[in-house]
């Protein structure tokens, strides 16, 4: 594989984009959209993962030097920040046009999905306001998913709700492993303000209520499936957290907390999917 083919798999941010457009895709099926209709959410939403993730690492390539991440080929060196800016430029270019493949109200859901994102890149990540993005983008993409539906139906509040619960509950655990070396280069957004027990306890929290939302939302009374989704809620993100101690203490980077969102979500979906109560 030719080095800047792989610098750029490297710097997408590989784990998390996969997730999130797994999501989706599964999100997609279950509200009822035709195969043709999955496959522009899903085209859509990895084009905006990786717009994201290419910025990200273009912009913050300076910080993660000098704290010595490895993990990040433009940190070291294997892949410019030239070649990351064009990447995450065609990649928010390719964004909204894919999603116009559905109807123009979802593309212009899925834009400011975008926005808010690359807007926590730069310069909210540094403020007070830097749960803002991810609350927001969480929201917009299963408000992008239904509304991309034939008919452009509205996406329900509660469904909105726990997404941007489920958001910020990412950023707050996102982070976790990356306190120290924030506070290195100045960076200092709303978890480095709360610090480590504070964001633990945001994150937990947010998730959970998450769960509830998605389990009391919709009409009809609570399954025992949606009331197990909770429990899972509340065991998971423990065992994360757990987890990530021992990396720590083994050496290496603490990041179970976020991989336990990502289960957690994961979670989530698969609740909606079964329960076909979205729309």
Not at 91 to 99: C, M, Q, R, S
Not at 210 to 218: F, I, R, W
Not at 222 to 242: E, H, M
Not at 257 to 279: E, P
Request: proline share 8%.
């Amino acid at each position: 594989m030719p080095s800047s083919v792989l610098g750029l798999l490297r710097a997408s941010h590989p784990e998390p984009a996969a997730a999130v457009t797994a999501v989706a895709g599964l999100l997609a099926a279950g509200v009822g959209h035709r195969p043709a209709g999955i496959a522009a959410v899903v085209l859509t939403v990895l084009a905006s993962q990786l717009a994201v993730g290419w910025s990200n690492d273009a912009l913050d390539a300076h910080r993660d030097a000098v704290v010595g991440r490895t993990d990040k080929p433009a940190a070291t060196g294997d892949i410019r920040r030239r070649t990351l800016g064009y990447a995450a430029a065609a990649a928010a270019v390719a964004t909204p046009l894919v999603a116009l493949s559905t109807n123009g109200a979802a593309a212009a859901c899925v834009a400011l999905g975008l926005i808010s994102a690359l807007l926590y890149n730069w310069p909210l990540k540094s403020t007070p306001l830097s749960v803002l993005p991810y609350a927001v983008s969480f929201g917009a993409l299963p408000a992008f998913v239904v509304l991309a539906l034939p008919g452009a139906p509205a996406p329900p509040a509660w469904l909105l709700a726990a997404a941007a619960c489920l958001g910020a509950g990412a950023h707050f655990a996102n982070v976790l492993p990356d306190l120290a070396d924030d506070a290195r280069t100045g960076v200092r957004g709303l978890p480095h303000r709360l610090g480590p027990t504070g964001s633990r306890l945001a994150a937990a929290g947010l998730l959970l209520a998450a769960t509830v939302v998605l389990v009391v939302g919709p009409p009809g009374p609570p399954s025992w499936v949606g009331l197990s989704a909770i429990a899972v809620a509340v065991v998971v993100p423990a065992l994360g957290w757990y987890a990530g101690r021992v990396s720590a203490s083994a050496g290496g980077r603490p990041v179970a907390a976020f991989r336990a969102v990502m289960v957690v979500a994961l979670i989530d979906v698969l609740l909606l999917v079964t329960s076909g109560r979205v729309v």
